[in-house]
């Protein structure tokens, strides 16, 4: 039976966006933030192999984001280091000018810059300096990232933002943390919406326990084996795990996933 339904010729294909920003530019862009190391290196480094060019952001550790731009760069890639304070918007606003500047425009937003608290502190011991600086950090720093892209990113971009699992689990002694991290995934069931039009998708990631320095620092070794038991897959989750579903979201099969919170951390919650 003929098809008469004329949508199916109309409508874009899930990786016409992407590949029309490519034809334009070349190859698309992404901005890491929080990229000199753990999670953010191991994503930088995966898109970079994806055949994206790479703003490789670091706050403080200079030395650590050169490592991964020469890393990238050994490897056939092209990446450029970028300082800038997420939590500060002018800071912010460097990345997307210098990614201009380097490769052109930016496609892709990876907002994984943020902090843990040290170790369990209760509600009612967390002191207004940590509180703070979580809110600045993990909530403020992806806010403005979000604003910066709303007016920067192309069309056909895609936006990963970080959340947490311990969302999920609400375990005692994360209250703070969790609320970030709660705060960011209705920034980007919200922010998905408000981006209609423009075939960009706005999604997150929340990972479970990985081993990394952010992860396993005032956590004694008693705790870290406890932690890599709750999952039924009964280890750690590594950086590379979570690079992995950060580049199905930015790639070309990713693109009928918007506004959604993606767990990825072996099955504990």
Known sequence: MKNTDSSAATQPTRSSASQAT???????????TGSSRGIGAAIARRLAADGLAVIVNYAGRAADAEKVVE?????????LAVRADVSSPAEAGTLFARAGEAFGGVDVVVNNAGIMQPGLVPLADTDDALFDR???INVKG???TLRLAAKHLRAGGRIVNFS???????????AAYAATKSA???????FAKELRGRSISVNAVAPGPTATDLFLNGKTPEQIEHL?????????????DIAGVVSFLVGPDGGWVNGQTLRANGGMV
């Not at 890393?71 to 990446?79: H, K, L």
């Not at 947490?164 to 375990?171: F, M, N, Q, Y």
């Open 134 to 136: 979580l809110f600045a």
């Open 228 to 240: 890599a038991r709750i999952a039924p897959l009964e280890r750690l989750g590594q950086p590379e």
């Open 142 to 144: 992806t806010f403005n």
């Open 22 to 32: 490519s034809a334009a530019s070349g190859a698309r862009v992404a901005i890491v």
């Open 71 to 79: 890393a990238i760069r050994a490897a056939g890639g092209r990446a």
């Open 164 to 174: 947490t699992s311990v969302v999920g689990l609400a375990p005692p002694g994360y």
């Open 184 to 190: 960011v995934e209705t920034l980007t069931r919200i």
